[in-house]
């Protein structure tokens, strides 16, 4: 079947634009899970969405946002982009939820803010 | 806050030698703890899960052991082979129901 789809794969935006990133979950799988990686912070947790609800949140500032959408497809959203947002996103999803079993990733969105 | 570390960034081995990669915790409520594998380009994959009623689990050419008393967990390679180098982290379900990674160790397969 197929994996977790992330679009765009790469993608370079400017300071102060915004960027909509996006993640097509396994199908069936109701719970989609967002993470920063970055070379020094390593696997950030930005937020997990089940059945439309977020259900966790990380601690990133409110310019990260999310949504899940009926099917399960889910966007995140940076606006005002820093220097710092710099960084490979990945999605993530799971059956039940991220605290009860495997994740399956995506190969990621690279972000890349000049 | 909640934490779930590696003691070392990176890893050296000769292929067929055994690897170790620790991992420590924070949090001893914490109660499912997972081993992911990251190769260059692509997106972690699990390895093998653990829960706190246990001490150890195996798998294919992989064991975990969980020791709770120091709050550490140890993901052991048998065999490594070259296919094995790759960046390797823990994560551990918080009492939020969050799963947080930690820093990952790269993994190095001498020929």
């Known amino acids: 079947k197929a994996g977790v789809t992330q679009t765009p794969r790469y993608l370079i935006k400017t300071r102060g634009q915004q960027v909509t990133l996006s993640c097509s979950p396994i199908?069936?799988?109701?719970?989609v899970s967002w993470y920063q990686q970055t070379p020094g912070q390593g696997l950030q947790f930005l937020f997990e969405?089940?059945?439309?609800?977020?259900?966790n949140k990380g601690n990133f500032p409110g310019r990260f946002s999310g949504r899940q959408f009926s099917n399960s497809r889910s966007e995140m959203n940076v606006s005002t982009l820093e220097l710092g947002d710099s960084a490979l996103y990945l999605c993530a999803s799971s059956l039940t939820g991220s605290g009860t079993g495997e994740l399956f990733f995506g190969e990621g969105s690279r972000l890349t803010v000049l | 806050g909640e934490s779930v570390g590696l003691h070392l960034p990176t890893l050296s081995v000769q292929e067929g030698d055994n690897s170790i990669i620790n991992c420590a915790y924070s949090?001893?409520?914490?109660?499912?703890f997972i081993w992911y594998k990251q190769e260059s380009g692509k997106g972690p994959q699990f390895i093998i899960d653990i829960r706190s009623n246990m001490d150890k689990r195996q798998g294919q050419r992989v064991t975990v052991l969980l020791n709770k008393t120091v709050k550490h967990l140890s993901l052991q390679i048998a065999a490594t082979q070259p296919g094995d180098s790759a960046v390797y982290f823990c994560?551990?379900?918080?009492?939020?129901?969050?799963?947080?990674f930690g820093p990952g160790t790269s993994l190095s397969v001498i020929p």
């Open positions: 199908s069936g799988h109701r719970s």
């Open positions: 949090n001893s409520a914490s109660d499912y």
């Open positions: 969405y089940f059945s439309e609800t977020q259900r």
């Open positions: 994560a551990g379900r918080t009492s939020y129901d969050k799963v947080i």
